[in-house]
């Protein structure tokens, strides 16, 4: 895969891990994700079709937004935690040393994450977007440092999680058509 199909494939996953779908980010973005099987030459090209499939058959929900808010936001018990320090800190807890660990490679890198929401910078979608600045700023080393350091040391189990969960056919398809991206990394 070349730097640049690598690049809008990070953002465009990271963004609909990120922001809820009517959110102004996401809205232009629905019909490259529907036609992701398209973008790359994907491995397993019937599963990533499948996978459009769903998403394409999911994405008017009435409960989409209200599924991302449970999924990514928590509303009571989250049943998926998007957060990296979620599954590598013992006690489970957000900031911890992993957290800070990715910090200082961010800061380190020069990566400042400014979304203007209040969230760990380790949320899987927040990491593929400093994956894809990265790539674009030409640190392909740092890029490798935090797939293989920061990223892929947590995601196969949110990702195998979030294929489970029963709130969203639609994030489940999201996860597998991710799991396919990392695997081609």
Known sequence: MDNITAIALAKLLGTFFYYPPNNKVTA???????????LVKWPNLFLICEQCNILTNHIHDSELNYQFSLLFEGQGIMPVPPWGSFYLDKEHLLLGESHERYRQFLQQHGLTLNTGMNEPEDQFGLMLMAYAMLIENNNYTAAKQLIDEHLLIWSSAYLKNLKQNEVSPFYRALAVIAEQYLQML
């Open 28 to 38: 232009p973005l629905m019909q490259p994700l529907l036609h992701i099987n398209q």
